[in-house]
């Protein structure tokens, strides 16, 4: 099931009441209660299995789901949910932000969209430990956005490091400019939906390669090659020109924030109790705060009273609110 929606040329179209980072559960459910206050709601979501929720294989303590569920089809329903409220749901991964004003503006893969509230709720998957060579060879090869870079490897060989669904979907746009990729899954298996591993399957352009570790990115001046351990087999060697980096962590995910709102000592967003950062306007919740109960139903409970908290924002109210008639 996709609900995609490509972001469109005018300005109107652009501009909502509420954008949502992030559409895990905390994400998901902040917008199903904001598009069920009627507030004009996009989320914006890098791919399915990209956050925690999206990439566990079963989870079995969801309230209402009896049984076993995957991670993926829970969050399947929890954004099918928010769409049918009416919020809008893009696959695209947030590069900057201006959160400063009444305006915010977001900087993202297919475009620029501006908000009069924001909630950000990118959870902690995000990466600490960088690969050798990747910060100085960034920009000179290594990248991490093949929507905006792919264009500048036409014709060349290039690797991407990642197994979720943002780095099959980014490894298969390459596939459209460069000669060959290789896609170096670090798991045994990629965790991307069937019908997008088929994809990968079907590409001649594509060399699949499961259970690869990126141990470095090679090159002085710009990327000549990356060395790769494989699984029980030692390592190699892939002369490359571009090296696509996806891969996962245990990290709050705030690069794309460039520093605009506090953080504590350990990298975690502060809020209060409603979930307000120091920012008017801005919002944050779910494992992005590093919670001390991680856990997808605390992440979709803050949702819940961070889109509540938002609609109070935004409609000068000084107490929250849910209307039960709608
Ligand atoms: C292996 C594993 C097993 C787990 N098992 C359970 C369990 O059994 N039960 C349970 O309750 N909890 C479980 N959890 C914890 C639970 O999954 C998390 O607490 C919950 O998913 C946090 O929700 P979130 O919305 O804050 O973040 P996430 O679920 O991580 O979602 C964050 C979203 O932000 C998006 N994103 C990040 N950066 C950007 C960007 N720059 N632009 C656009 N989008 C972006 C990602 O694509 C992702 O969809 C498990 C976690 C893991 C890792």
Redesign the pocket.
Known sequence: MSFDFALSAGADDNHYDVII????????TAAIYTARADLKTLI???????????????????PGIVGEIG?AEL?ERMREQAVSFGAKLST????GVDLEGEVKTLY?NQGTVTARAVII??????RGQRVAGEDRLLGRGVSYCATCDAAFFRDQDVAVAGN?D?AVEEALFLTRFARKVYLLSPTPELKAPAHRVAEVNANPKLDLRLGASLREILGEDKVEGVRVALRGQGEETLAVTGAFVYLQGGKP?T??LQGQLATSETGCLMVDREFATAVPGVYA?????C?H????????A??AVAGMSVEKHLNGRKQLVVDWSK
């Not at 919740?285 to 705060?289: M, P, T, Y």
């Not at 109960?293 to 979709?300: D, E």
């Open positions: 980072i992030g559409g895990g559960p905390a994400g998901a914006l979501d890098k791919g399915l299995t990209a956050g925690a929720l999206g990439l566990t294989a079963k989870i079995a303590n969801y991670g969050l695209d991964k947030v590069q993202t709720a990118t959870g902690s998957m995000g979720s943002e995910v690069d794309f919740i779910g494992d992005v705060l919670n109960i991680k856990q997808a139903v605390v992440a979709a803050e949702g």
